[in-house]
C-alpha cells in the first residue's frame, strides 16, 4: 500500500506539471488584456511600459518557468513561513496580483478559512443529512420516505444554487427576515451574542450547499444500500439471528459506504475551491469570490495560481480516494 | 450412515406451506399477481435424518429451504421446529429460535461478508446469542474451524483470500456455531468442483455423526442427494409431487416426472448405459405465475389421463412412508381398496444398498 501510495505521488508530478503548463499557456493565450479595464485615455506607449512592467516582456516559456518556480518553492516557503513563524521564506520574487500588487499567496491565505468554513460546513452537513437519507430509502424502497427524498434531491439536483440561493434569500431574508442575505467577513466571534450572529449569518449558504451536496451524495448511498442489501450475505447475516438493526447498520451500511465515502473523498477539492456562484450570491469573499474578480480584470497570476492549487488538489484527492478504497475494501490489493 | 431408530422423533414439522411472491404492475404499482414459488407443500423431517429435496432449476427448492427458516415471511402454512411454531412467529422472537436452526448457503462466494475476517465471520452469531468472554468465544472459533479441517492461522484473513471449498467449510463453520440442531443445506456442493464437493459432503456426513445434526439437504444433484439423504422429496413447479425412503424413490419412483428425472442419472457402466432409456420430457415448466389447471405437471407428462388437466392430484400417503401427488395412484389404490390387499408394498431390503453408497 506504501509502495502504491509513493509510486502514484510519484506519477502526479508529471501530471501536475503538464496540467500547470496547460493552465499557464491557456490564460497567456486567452484574449482579454490585463492593461484593457484602464481608462482609454493612456496612451500607447505608456500602457506599453506598463505591460513591461508587469512582466509580459520575456517569452511565455520563460515567464512559465519563472512562474512555476515561484509556484512551487517560494509561495509554499512564505505561507509556511507565515503559519508557523518559522523564518524559512524564501527570498526572491513573489506571484503578485495585478489588481492589488499584493502577493498571490497571501490573498489566497486570508480567504481560505471564509471558504473552508462555509464550504466545509455545506460540505459536512450535507453528507450528514445525506447518508441517513439513503440509508433509509433504500432501506424502505418505495415507500413514501423514498419518494419524498427522491423528490427533494432531484430538486436539489436540477435546481442550481444561484436559484436556491435567490429563493432562500426571499423566503427567509425579506419575507421573514430571520437571516441576514449578506454574510460579513469581518465579523468576529467573541461572545454569545456574536456567535449567534454568526450562526445566523452562515446558515443559508450552509444550507444551500448542503441540499446540493446532500441530493447527490444521498443517490449514491440510496444506490449503494440496494446494490449490498440484496447481497447473499445479508441473508446470512439474518440467518445468524441478528438484530436487524446490527444487520442494516454494520453489515450492509459498512459494505455500502465503500463506494460513497470515495465520492466523497473526490468531492473534497470542491470544499477548497469554494463554491463560486453560492459565494457570490451571499456575499462571503472566500476563494470562490477571489477567482471571479480576477477573472474579470484578467489578473491571470491570481487566476494562474488559484486554478494550479485546485489542480493539485484533484489530483491528491483522487489519490487518497484509491488509498481509500484500497483500505476499506479488503478484496482490493494494489501491490 | 447409521440407520435411524425406528421411534424416531419428528424435529420439523411442514404443513400446508405456501410463498407467494405478489407481482406488482399497472401505474399504480398494485398487485396483479403472484408467483406461486412454493404452494402447498407438507412434509416432516425426522431427528438425526437427512431429508433430500431434488428438483429442477426454479421449482422453487431453495425458496422452500428459506421459507422452512423462516427468511421468508410466509404466505401461508405451519412450521414446526421441535414442537415450537414458528410460521407465525414475529422476527424478533424468531431470533432467540435462530441457533437451534441454521442454514449453509448455495453460493460460497456471496454469503459471506467481503469486510469481515474468518474469525469475525464464525464469531459474531456467538457474540450475538452466547455469553462467552473474549477469549473462550476465540477458542470456540479456532475448535469449529478445526471442526471443519480450516487452518487455525487462516483466521484472520478475509474471504476472498480463500478457495470455493475453503469458503463453503467457512460457511460450515459458522453455521455450526451456535450448535443447531437442524441445518437447511442450500445446494451448498451446486457451486463446488466435483473433487471438493467429495469433501464437503463427507465434512457434512461427518458432523452430522459428530453433533447430532438434522439436514434438509437441497440439491439438484441426483447421485449426491442418492449419497447423502434418508429420504427424499421431489419438487416440481412449487409442489412436492412425490417424497419416499430413498431407495424406494431411486429403485421405484411412482409419480412420472420422478421416472423422468431418475432415468436422467448418467450410469457410470457403458454397457449398462447403452441401454438405459431415458425418458424425455417435451416443452418448458410453465410459469410459477400462471401454472396449468389441474395438476402441474399435466402439460409435459408422459402418461397425462383426461382428469389431470381439471382436477389437481392429492398429495396422499400411496405405500408407507411414501407420498405421491397423481392421478395414475389414484386409480391404482382404488383398485387396490376393491381387493382390499394392502400388502402392494412391499417393505424393501435397504442394507444391501447402503453398503454399495458408503
Given at each position: 500500500m506504501l509502495n502504491y501510495t509513493l509510486r502514484r505521488l510519484a506519477f502526479a508530478v508529471p501530471t501536475v506539471l503538464v496540467i500547470s503548463l496547460i493552465v499557464f499557456l491557456m490564460l497567456d493565450m486567452a484574449p482579454g488584456d490585463p492593461t484593457a479595464s484602464l481608462p482609454l485615455t493612456i496612451p500607447p506607449e505608456v500602457r506599453e511600459q506598463m505591460r513591461l512592467a508587469l512582466g509580459l516582456g520575456d517569452p511565455v516559456l520563460v515567464r512559465y518557468v519563472k512562474w512555476l518556480h515561484m509556484m512551487v518553492v517560494v509561495e509554499p516557503s512564505h505561507m509556511i513561513a507565515n503559519a508557523t513563524g518559522w523564518n524559512i521564506g524564501v527570498e526572491g520574487p513573489r506571484i503578485l496580483s495585478w489588481q492589488t500588487r499584493s502577493p498571490v499567496g497571501d490573498i489566497i491565505v486570508q480567504r481560505m478559512p471564509q471558504t473552508l468554513w462555509v464550504v466545509g460546513l455545506g460540505y459536512l452537513f450535507g453528507i450528514l443529512i445525506a447518508v441517513p437519507i439513503g440509508v433509509i430509502s433504500a432501506y424502505r424502497q418505495y415507500s413514501w420516505f423514498d419518494q419524498a427524498g427522491t423528490f427533494v434531491s432531484m430538486v436539489g439536483f436540477s435546481v442550481p444554487t444561484f436559484f436556491t440561493g435567490v429563493v432562500f434569500i426571499l423566503i427567509f431574508s425579506v419575507w421573514l427576515g430571520w437571516f441576514p442575505s449578506m454574510y460579513d467577513t469581518t465579523h468576529q466571534v467573541r461572545d454569545w451574542d456574536s456567535f449567534v450572529f454568526q450562526v445566523r449569518q452562515i446558515a443559508m449558504p450552509v444550507a444551500v450547499l448542503a441540499l446540493f451536496n446532500a441530493s447527490q451524495i444521498s443517490r449514491f448511498m440510496r444506490a449503494s444500500m440496494l446494490d449490498n442489501l440484496n447481497q447473499d450475505y445479508v441473508r446470512t447475516a439474518r440467518a445468524k439471528g441478528l438484530r436487524e438493526k446490527t444487520v442494516v447498520l454494520v453489515h450492509v451500511l459498512r459494505n455500502s459506504m465503500i463506494p460513497v465515502v470515495t465520492v466523497i473523498a473526490i468531492g473534497i477539492p470542491t470544499v477548497f475551491t469554494g463554491a463560486i456562484i453560492t459565494e457570490q450570491i451571499f456575499r462571503v469573499n472566500g476563494l470562490g469570490d477571489a477567482l471571479i474578480r480576477a477573472i474579470y480584470v484578467s489578473d491571470w497570476p491570481m487566476v494562474q495560481t488559484i486554478t494550479f492549487i485546485f489542480a493539485i488538489l484533484i489530483v491528491l484527492f483522487n489519490l487518497i480516494a484509491d488509498v481509500l478504497y484500497g483500505i476499506l475494501d479488503p478484496r482490493i490489493r494494489y501491490d | 450412515m447409521s440407520a435411524p431408530a425406528r421411534p424416531r422423533k419428528k424435529l420439523v414439522e411442514v404443513k400446508n406451506l405456501k410463498m407467494h411472491f405478489p407481482i406488482a404492475g399497472g401505474l399504480l404499482r398494485?398487485?396483479?399477481?403472484?408467483?406461486?414459488?412454493?404452494?402447498?407443500v407438507s412434509f416432516d423431517i425426522y431427528e438425526g435424518e437427512t431429508l433430500g429435496i431434488v428438483g429442477e432449476s426454479g421449482c422453487g427448492k431453495s425458496t422452500c429451504g428459506r421459507a422452512v427458516l423462516r427468511l421468508y415471511d410466509i404466505t401461508e402454512g405451519s412450521i414446526r421446529i421441535d414442537g415450537t411454531e414458528?410460521?407465525?412467529?414475529g422476527q424478533s422472537s424468531l431470533r432467540r429460535m435462530r441457533p437451534a436452526m441454521q442454514m449453509v448457503f448455495q453460493d460460497p462466494q456471496a454469503c459471506l461478508n467481503p469486510r469481515m475476517t474468518v474469525a469475525g465471520i464464525i464469531a459474531e452469531p456467538l457474540e450475538e446469542h452466547g455469553k462467552l468472554s473474549g477469549k473462550a468465544r476465540l477458542e470456540r472459533v479456532f475448535e469449529l474451524m478445526d471442526a471443519v479441517g480450516?487452518?487455525?492461522?487462516?483466521?484472520?484473513?478475509?474471504?476472498?483470500?480463500?478457495?470455493g471449498g475453503q469458503r463453503q467449510r467457512i460457511g460450515i463453520a459458522r453455521a455450526l456455531a451456535l450448535n443447531p440442531r437442524f441445518i437447511v443445506c442450500d445446494e451448498p456442493i451446486a457451486a463446488l468442483d466435483v473433487s471438493i464437493q467429495a469433501q464437503v459432503v463427507n465434512l457434512l456426513e461427518k458432523l452430522q455423526d459428530d453433533f447430532g445434526l438434522t439436514y434438509m439437504f437441497i440439491s439438484h444433484d441426483l447421485s449426491m442427494v442418492r449419497h447423502i439423504a434418508d429420504r427424499v422429496a421431489v419438487m416440481y413447479l412449487g409442489k412436492i409431487v412425490e417424497l419416499a425412503d430413498r431407495d424406494a424413490l431411486y429403485e421405484r419412483p411412482l409419480h412420472p416426472y420422478t421416472e423422468a428425472l431418475m432415468s436422467a442419472v448418467p450410469e457410470p457402466d457403458p454397457a449398462l448405459e447403452a441401454r438405459v432409456e431415458r425418458i424425455i420430457l417435451k416443452g418448458d415448466v410453465p410459469s410459477p405465475a400462471n401454472p396449468p389447471k389441474g395438476c402441474n405437471f399435466c402439460t409435459r407428462?408422459?402418461?397425462?389421463?383426461?382428469i389431470c388437466h381439471r382436477v389437481d392430484p392429492p398429495y396422499r400417503e400411496h405405500r408407507p412412508g411414501h407420498f405421491v401427488a397423481c392421478h395414475l395412484l389414484e386409480a391404482d389404490s382404488a383398485a387396490h381398496d376393491q381387493s382390499a390387499g394392502s400388502t402392494g408394498a412391499t417393505p424393501t431390503n435397504t442394507s444391501i444398498q447402503q453398503g454399495e453408497d458408503a
Open positions: - | 398494485r398487485k396483479v399477481g403472484a408467483i406461486k414459488a412454493v404452494d402447498d414458528i410460521g407465525t412467529m480450516l487452518n487455525r492461522n487462516f483466521a484472520n484473513r478475509y474471504p476472498h483470500a480463500f478457495s407428462c408422459p402418461k397425462v389421463m383426461e
